[in-house]
């Protein structure tokens, strides 16, 4: 099934929607540019100019695209950390371009989970305190966090690993720990930005594998930019950013990633 909707056809039920999504930058110019002849101190980035994108079935999902194509640009304003110029973002259910500061606090430490390249584990804390911190947060009590954080991270296959501090940890174990913490109130939505851009081959390989149970299992959405065809092929589906618009999507699990990586790069060139 066509994943991607005509703009203006409503969709409540979505997992994530996303329409007519625009974000400009406005970027103060450097000296170099203004030598060189620029008349004003500052220039646009128009980041993103117009995306529709729609979800409707839980799974592991793709985005790629060239460098710049505006692919975190678009998880940061799904994630809650910005916010579009114009446009609606439906999150599970939740407008997230329309939320007070107070509910965007909220939306993003209990309703969204998000992993990162680098990790963002606070380095004092050991792998339970990294995973329990959004409840801490949200000023719930320790016991009942600590028991929920343990069954996150034994089923991470990190048991024996609840006390170490994040530099005593590999990298694909850190990156589990974030997926812990990201799981910890349970939100119908994890966004990943390049999970895999810090870990070796066979890291990366548990990963996907590793995400893609998680939204099986969990009946949720992982929706992963990554610039690596192998990763896609463990996705459903696939959508391709080219200058800040979706260019297509298709679908890729079990894709020969080399077949993979060619469709992606005739839609990037092409659309
Ligand atoms: N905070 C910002 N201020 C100004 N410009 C920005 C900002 N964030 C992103 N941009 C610009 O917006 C465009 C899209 O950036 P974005 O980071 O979304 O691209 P990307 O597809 O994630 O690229 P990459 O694959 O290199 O990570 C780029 O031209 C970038 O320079
Ligand atoms: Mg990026």
Redesign the pocket.
Known sequence: MHQLMTPNIPSVDAMISVRGVRKT?A?AGSAAARKSGGQTGSRD?E?LRGVDLEIREPGFYAVM?R???????LLHLLAGLDRPDVGELLVGGSAVHAMKEDQLVRYRRCEIGVIFQQFNLLPTLDALANTILPGVLDGRPTKELEIRGRELLSELGLRDRIHHRPEALSGGEQQRVAIARALFFAPPVILADEPTGNLDSTSSAALWRLLEETAAQRKMVVLM?T?EAIAASHCRRTFI?KDGRVAGDFESHGLDPSQLAHRSSELARTA
């Open positions: 930058y970027v980035v980041a695209g460098s710049g194509s505006g692919k975190s640009t930019v610039h950013l």
